[in-house]
C-alpha cells in the first residue's frame, strides 16, 4: 500500500513507527509544514514534502488525515486544490469531525473511514474506534482491519452516533491514566516518599492489577474489588475516602459530558 499521509504528529507518529514494521506497507509520504525527526527522515520507506504541491496523488491508494480538527478545512483545501482525490481510500483520525464533513468535501461516493486510535498504539496495545460511510466496500474494511489491529485492537463501532462517546473514553483515556499516576504518586510523596520511587511502586500495582483483572476477565470487577478489601481493614477505609458518593463514577459522567461538548463545538 502507498500511503500519503497529511500531517504527522504524536499520533501520527505513533501509528507510524508500527506500520513500518509490517509488510503491506510499502512506502508512505508525508506532508507537514516542519521537518520530520530525524529517525523519520532517513527511512528508506518514507518521503517527506512539506507542501502537497509537491505530490502526484495518482502514486497513492489511501490517504491518511493526522492533522488537528481546527487544521483540517485548510489541510484539504490544499489537497484538493494539487487535484483529484475521490477515488482514493481516506482514513481520518481526526476527532469531532463526522463523516458528512467529508462527504460534502469528497462526495457520498468516496470511501471514508473515521479511526479513533489512542497513544498506546507506538506499542501495539492501543484501542482503535472506527466508523466508515456507506461507500466503503468489504475488502476495504478487511484491508483497514488489518492496518488498525497492527497497532492493537480495532472496534468497529455500531453507529457513528457513538465516535465522541468512544474517544472521550478511550482516545483520551491514557491522559486519565498518567494524570491519576501522577495524582497517586504525589500523594506519596506528600507522606514523605521520594515521588519516582512511589511511581515505581505504583507502575508495578498497576501493570500486576491490570493482568490479574485480564487473567480473571470474567470475574466482576467489584469481585476484584473484594478480594482486595477486607471487612473493616486498611483498603475498606481508604477506598471509603476515594470513593465518597460514588464521586469517580459521577466525575467521568461530567468528564465525558465535557469532552462530547467539546468535540461538538469543534466540528460546527
Ligand atoms: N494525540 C492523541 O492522543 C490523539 C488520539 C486520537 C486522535 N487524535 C487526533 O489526531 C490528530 C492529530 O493529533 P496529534 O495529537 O497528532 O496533533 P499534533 O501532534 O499537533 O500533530 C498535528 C500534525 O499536523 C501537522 N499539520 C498542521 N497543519 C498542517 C497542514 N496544513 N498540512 C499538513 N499537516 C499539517 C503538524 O505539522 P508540524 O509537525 O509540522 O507542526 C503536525 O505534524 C487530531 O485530529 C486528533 O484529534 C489524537
Known amino acids: 500500500m502507498n500511503l500519503l499521509m497529511i500531517g504527522c504528529g504524536a499520533m501520527g507518529q505513533a501509528m507510524l513507527v508500527r506500520w513500518l514494521d509490517t509488510s503491506w506497507l ?9 521537518p520530520l525527526p530525524v529517525h523519520l527522515a532517513s527511512h528508506a520507506r518514507i518521503a517527506y514534502h512539506a507542501n502537497v504541491a509537491q505530490c502526484t496523488l495518482a502514486h497513492y ?16 483545501d490544499a489537497v484538493q486544490s494539487v487535484g483529484d482525490v475521490r477515488a482514493h481510500l481516506h482514513i481520518s483520525i481526526a476527532a469531532a469531525l463526522p463523516l458528512a464533513w467529508y462527504e460534502e468535501r469528497l462526495g457520498i461516493n468516496t470511501r471514508i473511514v473515521r479511526a479513533m486510535p489512542n497513544t498506546p498504539v507506538s506499542l501495539g496495545l492501543g484501542v482503535t474506534g472506527l466508523t466508515a460511510n456507506a461507500a466503503l466496500t468489504d475488502k476495504d474494511r478487511l484491508m483497514v482491519e488489518e492496518m488498525i489491529q497492527s497497532l492493537g485492537s480495532a472496534y468497529w463501532l455500531h453507529t457513528e452516533s457513538e465516535m465522541n462517546l468512544f474517544t472521550a473514553i478511550a482516545g483520551c483515556g491514557p491522559a486519565y491514566v498518567y494524570a491519576w499516576m501522577d495524582a497517586w504518586c504525589m500523594a506519596a510523596a506528600h507522606y514523605g516518599m521520594p515521588y519516582e520511587d512511589a511511581r515505581h511502586i505504583i507502575r508495578h500495582t498497576m501493570r500486576g492489577a491490570m493482568a490479574l483483572s485480564d487473567h480473571h476477565i470474567d470475574v466482576p470487577l467489584a469481585t476484584l474489588t473484594a478480594r482486595v478489601t477486607s471487612k473493616g481493614g486498611m483498603t475498606e477505609a481508604a477506598l471509603q475516602q476515594l470513593n465518597k458518593n460514588h464521586q469517580w463514577r459521577e466525575g467521568f459522567i461530567a468528564a465525558f459530558n465535557e469532552a462530547m461538548e467539546r468535540a461538538q463545538a469543534l466540528s460546527s
Do not use: E, G, Y
Open 26 to 34: 510499502q512506502h508512505v509520504t508525508i506532508i507537514k509544514p516542519s
Open 61 to 76: 491508494d489511501t490517504l491518511i488525515w493526522a492533522v488537528k480538527p481546527q487544521m483540517m478545512a485548510h489541510a484539504f
